[in-house]
């Protein structure tokens, strides 16, 4: 398994930005994806993007399409979400994962590392 932090939520405006980001202390090992998920109480973790290890591959959930971009820096050891126009319902913990495997998955099942998570509340 591997180690990961996020950091960057925090209280944004409706139609505001944040980016968050996953450091990977120990380095990002070869063929590892990542993703982030999120979670609200009494609700599922529900994915949102998911970037495959040569980097080439992404996954967005519907609702982030065209708003959130999913980006790693190998050299740095990181994974960044840029989120723009934010929404309330954008509102919930983000958390960073890992996945040492070939194919693009997308499932917080897939996942086997996670972060601890960072809060990230949209105000109306």
């Known amino acids: 398994q591997v180690q990961l932090t996020e950091s960057g939520g925090g209280l944004v405006q409706a139609g505001g930005s944040l980016r968050l980001s996953c450091a990977v202390p120990?380095?990002?090992?070869?063929?590892?994806?990542m993703g982030w998920f999120r979670q609200v109480p009494g609700m599922e973790r529900e994915r949102v993007a998911v970037?495959?290890?040569?980097?080439?591959?992404?996954f967005y959930a519907d609702s982030v399409k065209g708003r959130f971009t999913i980006s790693r820096d190998d050299a740095k050891s990181t994974v960044d979400l840029s989120m723009n126009d934010l929404k309330p319902e954008d509102t919930g913990v983000y958390y960073c994962?890992?996945?040492?495997?070939?194919?693009?998955?997308?499932?917080?099942?897939?996942?086997?590392?996670w972060g601890q998570g960072t809060q990230v509340t949209v105000s109306s």
């Open positions: 994962a890992a996945r040492h495997i070939s194919y693009l998955v997308t499932r917080p099942e897939d996942f086997d590392s």
């Open positions: 120990g380095g990002i090992l070869p063929r590892h994806v």
């Open positions: 970037i495959h290890w040569n980097g080439l591959k992404t």
